[in-house]
Structure formats: C-alpha cells, structure tokens
C-alpha cells in the first residue's frame, strides 16, 4: 500500500474515532444527568411521602427506565477508560508479547460477543415495534425504545473493542521479538 494513501486513511480513522469520542462522551454525560435526576427524584419521593403524605405514582418508575438507559448509555465510555473491573494478577506477570495477544483475544471476543447481541437485541426490537409490544406500568411505553438501547450500547462497545484491537494489533506488529 503507497504510504500516502495510508496516511490518508490514518487521517480518515482519527477523525471518525474523534467523532465517536464525542459521542461517547455525551452519551456518558446524559447517564451521569440521569443519576443526579434518579437522586433528586428519590429525594423528592421520600419529601413527599413523609412530610406530604402524597408520593408520586411516576417517581419509582422513571428511576427503573433511567437506570435501565444510563447502563447502556455509559458503558462505551468505561470501555474507553479501561475502567471497568479486571482481573489482572495472571496478566501482569506475562511477557509484553503474550499481554499483547491476551488483549487481541479478548477485544476479538468482545467484538464477537457485542455483535450477536445487537443482532438480537434489533431482531427484538424490530418484533416489538412491528407488534405494538409496550411495557405497561403506570405509564405505558414501547417496549421498541428500551430494547434499541440495548442495540446503541452494544455496536458502541462493539466499535471501542474494535479500536483496542486495532490498537493490540498494531502494538504487535510494531513490537520487534526479542532474539536471544
């Protein structure tokens, strides 16, 4: 491949990933939103039912459907950060080399694994949109709509692991073996 035209793609991926940044990132500050509203809700809710005695009927409910999105809304940008919870101590103790190819493997696996699931979860949504599926509690919702969140968090975190492995990837190819 000429080196220009790899240039011109390494350009072309940094910008897309510069775009996926913010969106990741505006994604994780509508789930850190939700988390001070389910908060400011809960405490109203118990104002309310204690010093009022008139709990709302919405209050628990719209803390569940919140809870629900900001999982899925986050989880892209804990993927990037790398902070989510692992278990390093076998890790650690390997070669840079096998580290490398550990986190191939487990960024392929992720890709695998995101990829069926937004399979599914679209297979389901599609379902519940053409059927008129709804969640019905004191307000009733498509079920469509909570199920697409499922589908937008798993392809972002299919995209992020894609990006680890392209990174472990090239940290591999560029990484010289050691000869002894």
């Known amino acids: 491949m000429p080196v220009g035209l790899h240039a011109r793609r390494g350009r072309k991926m940094k ?7 913010k969106v990741t990132n505006g ?6 939103v939700f988390i001070v509203l389910m908060t400011v809700i ?15 009927i919405w209050g628990v409910e719209f803390c569940e459907y919140m809870l629900f999105l900001l999982a899925f809304l986050g ?22 080399r096998t580290q490398t190819c550990c986190h191939l493997l487990s960024s392929f696996a992720g890709i695998v ?13 599609w379902q519940c949109y053409v059927t008129g599926v709804k969640v019905v509690k004191t307000l009733s919702q498509p079920k ?18 894609f990006r ?9 190819r560029t990484a010289k073996p050691k000869v002894s």
């Open 15 to 21: 910008r897309l990933y510069a775009v996926f940044d």
């Open 42 to 56: 809960e405490c109203y809710e118990i104002i309310a039912r204690y010093f009022l005695r008139r709990p709302p």
């Open 144 to 161: 469509w709509i909570f199920l697409s969140f499922i589908s937008l968090g798993y392809l972002l975190m299919a995209i992020e692991f």
């Open 164 to 172: 680890q492995f392209s990174d472990h990837f090239g940290t591999l």
């Open 75 to 96: 989880t892209t940008w804990v993927l990037k950060g790398k902070s989510h919870i692992s278990v390093t101590i076998v890790l650690e103790r390997m070669r840079p």
């Open 113 to 125: 694994i995101c990829l069926v699931i937004v399979w599914f979860s679209v297979k389901t949504s």
């Open 27 to 32: 994604l994780a500050v509508i789930a850190a």
